[in-house]
């Protein structure tokens, strides 16, 4: 059996930061990925226009994925007085 060299070796210090960046890039190929997969579907499909479109539009469309997911409550909301003040007690 072989031992692992790694017992007893203090583990790198990984913050939350630092995996909250990987992963936020890592979505994002994963995003762009879709977005090309997608157009490529409606261009095949004869829908060339709606492919334009998707891709004018995409980056309006993902921009709210960007935010921190405690906030997406605060900006789906349609009433403009409820947003604002939505966080006071």
């Not at 017992?7 to 939350?16: D, L």
């Not at 007085?81 to 006071?88: H, I, K, M, Q």
């Amino acid at each position: 059996m072989k031992q692992d060299s790694t017992v007893g070796q203090q583990p790198q210090a990984v913050t939350f930061e630092t995996l909250e960046s990987y992963v936020r890039a890592r979505a994002q190929e994963l995003i762009q990925e879709v977005l090309e997969a997608k157009v490529t579907e409606l261009r095949r499909r004869g829908y060339q226009d709606a492919g334009r479109l998707l891709e004018d539009d995409w980056e309006r469309m993902v921009t709210f994925f960007r935010f921190p997911r405690e906030h997406w409550g605060h900006l789906r909301t349609t009433n403009p007085v409820e947003s604002p003040f939505a966080a006071l007690p």
